[in-house]
């Protein structure tokens, strides 16, 4: 239906904002057209998280309030893609009557397809069941496996952009859904993420984050088409580090036990792979990580740690906490606060424990109170609050690099190379987005950086 209107509204992570990008793009390329304001979009494409039920219960309202719109415009054409719907499938359409289209992770290169088909006439749709191996990762020319070519040039006005290195994962850690709805691990050939950097990079874009679930295990399960195994996640790094033009360089996420010293290495010897990294670690007890089937402990964990912060001395550190995990004492978290002021975070996502479907956890014993849950969370967040700020301050006469996002109104704004925010005031107009300045830093906040412009 070319001429058609679009809106997509992204829940989650950076895959889903990665598996967005890709559905606006193949919708572009089938002449239907973006828009930002929802109440104008023929088609309403609502990307789902189901990593926590605060996040799947989010998609339900929207979806919810998006009934009475399709009750006063039968035309629009209404499609749940992602993690709840690879989850969920036939059951949204069963619960929610006016969704036309349920889409999985693994079907997303099929949605024009699949929107073609409903114009015909047909009702409700949903093709959400996974593939052992997936055929949809994206190829370049010449791929024996799918036609999709991801190799889009630079959107106007952006300069950093993410290339997915891998999808899925095996890890099966007892809180986590995300092997269930984006299945097995599957490694991208590495000579169409080069050309996919390269091309990027040519056509504009200075800062590329490498994208997987867990992108230290690269390599060493499957790879798609004609990739050679092992190939190890450093050697991709170094590989893309040297594309001519690629300014910085960073990954996410990574899992504590697959870190190598061939990793912590690169941080010593590529100079373009950013000083930053997150490094989830969920807890601060060795009882509760294996409770999670981590296959870590905070020792080791630590000894990381360490050896990070030698091979690149100033690297921003930031993790994610489960707070609250069954069967979690107060000895535990006290493990988990303790760690807390060990490593100092730059900064961290911390979340209540929640009951996922099909997880192994969500069949433990010793479940913990919402407010339990609640007063830990708030005393882990109330700290590291404070070591974020004390953490910024020791910014404070540090002249950094800032890649710039925007600059109006004499205000500019961008990312220093550890990830921070940093904000210009009295700044030219002639500054454009996407340049470097040099921003020294005279004030701290918690959550970003105010500078001055160096000569
Ligand atoms: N409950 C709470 N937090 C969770 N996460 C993943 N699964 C759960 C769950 N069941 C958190 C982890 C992960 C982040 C993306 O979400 O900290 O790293
Ligand atoms: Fe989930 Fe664990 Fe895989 Fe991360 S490593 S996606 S937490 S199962």
Redesign the pocket.
């Given at each position: 239906m070319p001429d058609s209107t679009f809106f997509i509204k992204t829940f989650g992570c950076q895959m889903n904002i990665r598996d967005s990008e890709i559905m606006a793009q193949k919708l572009s390329e089938n002449g239907y057209i973006e828009t930002s304001v929802l109440n104008d979009a023929e088609l309403i494409i609502i990307n789902t998280c189901s990593v926590r039920g605060k996040a799947e219960q989010k998609v339900f309202s929207m979806l919810g309030s998006l009934r009475k719109q399709k009750l006063t415009n039968p035309a629009l054409k209404i499609c749940v893609a992602g993690c709840v719907a690879q989850q969920e499938g036939q059951k949204i359409i069963d619960r929610m009557g006016h969704v036309d289209l349920v889409i999985g992770t693994q079907h997303i290169y099929k949605l024009p397809e699949l929107l073609a088909q409903l114009s015909t006439g047909r009702t409700a749709i949903n093709l959400s069941d996974t593939y052992e191996i997936p055929q949809y990762i994206p190829k370049i020319q010449g791929s024996q496996t799918t036609d999709f070519e991801p190799l889009e040039p630079a959107r106007p006005f952006q300069f950093s952009r993410f290339v997915t290195i891998m999808q899925g994962?095996?890890?099966?850690?007892t809180?986590?859904?995300?092997?269930y709805t984006?299945g097995r691990e599957v490694s991208r050939n590495a000579e169409d993420i080069v050309q996919e950097v390269d091309i990027l990079v040519q056509s504009g874009v200075k800062e590329i984050t490498l994208l997987g679930?867990?992108v230290n295990s690269y390599g060493s399960t499957n790879t798609v088409a004609n990739g050679s195994l092992p190939y190890s996640f450093a050697r991709l790094l170094r590989d893309v580090s040297r594309v001519e033009g690629l300014k910085r360089l960073r990954f996410t996420?990574s899992?504590p036990k697959d870190i190598s010293d061939e990793l912590i290495d690169c941080f010593s010897t590529i100079p373009n792979l950013c000083p930053q990294i997150h490094l989830?670690v969920?807890s601060g007890s060795d009882r509760i990580l294996k409770r999670m089937n981590?296959k870590y402990s905070i020792a080791s964990y630590l000894e990381k740690i360490d050896r990070l912060q030698s091979a690149r001395p100033g690297i921003a550190i930031t993790t994610d906490m489960i707070i609250g995990f069954p069967g979690e004492t107060n000895r535990d978290f006290q493990d988990t606060m303790d760690l807390l002021e060990r490593v100092r975070y730059h900064g961290s996502f911390s979340f209540k424990y929640s009951d996922r479907p099909g997880t192994a956890a969500a069949s433990y014993a010793e479940k913990l109170s919402e407010t339990e849950k609640g007063r830990r969370l708030q005393i882990f967040q109330n700290r590291q609050d404070q070591i974020s700020l004390e953490r910024n301050r020791e910014y404070i006469g540090q002249t950094l690099s800032v890649l710039v996002e925007t600059n109006m109104d004499g205000r500019l704004m961008g990312r220093s190379a550890t990830n921070h925010i940093v904000h210009a005031a009295g700044v030219t107009g002639t500054i454009q987005p996407g340049a470097f300045v040099d921003a020294e830093i005279f004030h701290a906040g918690q959550h970003s950086l105010l500078g001055r412009l160096s000569e």
């Open positions: 994962c095996n890890n099966f850690c809180y986590c859904v995300v092997p984006r679930q867990n996420t899992h989830p969920q981590r």
